[in-house]
């Protein structure tokens, strides 16, 4: 079995994948502080998979309280080269139907505290190159496990990541909506920041729940309409991943695995103790 293990980052009804075995949760520190949850370890179709629930079990933490160098660093540390990250959004364009999935390829920021979503500081300076956020490969192999699973999935899109908790007001949603993008939520970016810094190789799974406000034929987005979406979006994503760890190499050899080659500009002869003590598990094959 291949050392490198497999993430999911998800809602906590992910977790009950069917052939998901030899469960074990598992509490991670960081030098960040603590990760959203427990990380729960396991085996799925032969390979080693590690959840993380991304709001915490019983969804206790808001999309801007996410702590994202931490929830990122504890999945490095357990080994963790690749991520699927299944999340829930809302539509910007017609044609992205509630329950449907976008396989978004591009994001937008639009939060207000994107310097937590670097390990970098602190006496390291590095600069990741970033114009394709997405890991492609895992991208694609997601793409066919929906297609063959029979899934609505739509092939690439830029995500809207605002800040929340509030959702859009019409004006900012009726200007993104003008502006062409397709999806909007509130947590992925960061994960995909910290991912890459991190070398793992990152994919989201957008899984639609309503219409943002853009749309006014619509009825407004209500709590009740989105957790009825995300139950069924949950079922699908689980069908989706399933098909799709087995296909997912065991040697992490794509780009992203060597993201950090070129991306540090600080003298190794003066990087700080304590700044390499943190990122050991980032930085271990450059010390």
Known sequence: MSKHRIGIIGGSGLYNIEGFTDQ???KIKTPFGPPSDELLTGTLAGREVVFLPRHARGHRILPSELNHRANIWA????GVAWIISVSAVGSLQAKYKPCDIVLVDQFLDRTKRDFEHTFFGRGIVGHIAFADPIAEELRQLLLKSACAQKA???DGGTYV???GPAFSTRAESTTNHKLGYDVIGMTNLGE???AREAEIAYATMAMITDYDCWKVDEAHVTVEMVVANVTQNAATAKSVIAKVIPQIPVEPSWPCHSALNNAIMTDRK???KKTIAELKPLLA???
């Open 192 to 194: 995909a920041k910290c």
């Open 161 to 163: 990541n605002m800040e």
């Open 152 to 154: 609505r999935v739509h």
């Open 270 to 272: 003066v990087w700080p």
């Open 75 to 78: 999945m490095k540390k357990l």
């Open 24 to 26: 074990k949760w598992v």
């Open 285 to 287: 094959k450059y010390l």
